[in-house]
Structures are given as C-alpha cells and as structure tokens.
T-cell receptor, first 113, second 115 residues
Framework: NAGVTQTPKFQVLKTGQSMTLQCAQD?????MSWYRQDPGMGLRLIHY???????DQGEVPNGYNVSRSTTEDFPLRLLSAAPSQTSVYFC????????????FGPGTRLTVL | AQSVAQPEDQVNVAEGNPLTVKCTYS??????LFWYVQYPNRGLQFLLK??????LVKGSYGFEAEFNKSQTSFHLKKPSALVSDSALYFC?????????????FGIGTKLQVIP
C-alpha cells in the first residue's frame, strides 16, 4: 500500500512550457485535491475531485487544469507555465467527504524560470 | 469566510520541556479543526482532529490539543518535547460550502526542539 504518490519530485520549466504533475493513490479514495504551498501562505486549494469524472475549482485554479478519468489518478496540468507558479505542489486524497483525514503525497517542487 | 491564525512563525523549546503551538480560528458554523505536521521534504501528516465531544483531543506521537470555544482556539500541546518533534505544524479548519469541503490551513509554525 503506497498511499499517495507524486511524480516528479523536482521539475524546472521555462516560462511558457507545459507539463503534467502526476498523482496516484491506491486507497480507493473518492476525494482528491491539489494544493500549492508557498512561504508565508500555508496551503491553498487549486482543484479538487469528488470522484471519477467529477472535478471542480478550488481557491486558486487559474493556469491549471485537472481531469479524473479513474479513481486512482488525478493529474494536474500547467498549460503555460509562469514564474508565479513556482511552488511546492501537494496532492491529497480522502476516503469521502464524510471522513475527516486527508493523506498527502510527498510533493513536487516546481521552479519556473 | 473561515480563517485560521497561527500567530508564531517559530517556537523554540528545550528538549524535555512542555510545548505549545498556538492556533485560533474563525468559522460561521461548528468548527472542524485539525493539526498536521510536515517534516522536511515530506507531505503533511495528520496528527489529530476535533469534530465534537471532549475538548481535549489526543493524537499521534503524544500530541494533544485543547479546543476552547469561547476563545476560538485550538492549541497544540505536548508534555515533553523531543528533538524529533522539530518540524512545521499546520492548523486547519474545515467547512462545507457549496457542496464541497473547504479546508483552510494556517501559514504554519516551525517548531525547533533544542537538545
């Protein structure tokens, strides 16, 4: 049982490039989220999904797309990277909205030059 | 709008001494409160939660938190600090709005336990 996995661990992009951050969980959790962590700002919700085929925007969705074709996977796509997207990105999963505990992946540290 | 405040950027405590990491919150309804810990280069790990019931909540690694409704606080405590407790601690509050859960995290408090 690997929990929540994220790839890559580190990534450097140039402004305007696109990429996909991968997230997978093997706990059959319905609810998955993407957060970004910036110094002095805590974690902010980017997008979330309440189940396969269902996604919605969080607090800071601009510049990011998500999809949820399977229960296990929840990739985050940066369409045209900007320096403001330099951050550490965390994926989290949760059994359902009625349970309380989120399980976080190890994070992806992204630098946009 | 809900909010969480962690007034201290860093807390230093000597090994063996009791520690407290402070958190205050603001929500419109009943508070669902959480503490998470983040070790260097790792994701957040759940420590404990308050949903309802006893105001003193016990969690992982010997941590506990005291819910105080009148002071809107949820301070994290441990009777005897270990060097291995050194990490970044996040307080969070959860609410349901518009059909989805909104979890608001504080900015984090760095705990440094000095040997």
């Amino acid at each position: 049982n690997a929990g929540v996995t994220q790839t890559p661990k580190f990534q450097v992009l140039k402004t305007g490039q696109s990429m996909t951050l991968q997230c997978a969980q093997d706990m059959n959790h319905e609810y998955m989220s993407w957060y970004r962590q910036d110094p002095g700002m805590g974690l902010r919700l980017i997008h979330y999904s309440v189940g396969a085929g269902i996604t919605d925007q969080g607090e800071v969705p601009n510049g990011y797309n998500v999809s949820r074709s399977t229960t296990e996977d929840f990739p985050l796509r940066l369409l045209s990277a900007a320096p403001s997207q330099t951050s550490v990105y965390f994926c989290a999963s949760q059994d359902s909205l009625s349970t309380d505990t989120q399980y976080f992946g190890p994070g992806t540290r992204l630098t946009v030059l | 709008a809900q909010s969480v405040a962690q007034p201290e950027d860093q807390v230093n405590v000597a090994e063996g001494n009791p520690l407290t990491v402070k958190c205050t919150y603001s929500v419109s309804g009943n508070p669902y409160l959480f503490w998470y810990v983040q070790y260097p280069n790792r994701g957040l790990q759940f420590l404990l939660k308050y949903i309802t019931g006893d105001n003193l909540v016990k969690g992982s690694y010997g941590f506990e938190a005291e819910f105080n409704k009148s002071q809107t606080s949820f301070h994290l405590k441990k009777p005897s600090a270990l060097v291995s407790d050194s990490a970044l601690y996040f307080c969070a509050v959860r609410d349901y709005s518009g059909g989805y859960q909104k979890v608001t995290f504080g900015i984090g408090t760095k705990l440094q336990v000095i040997p």
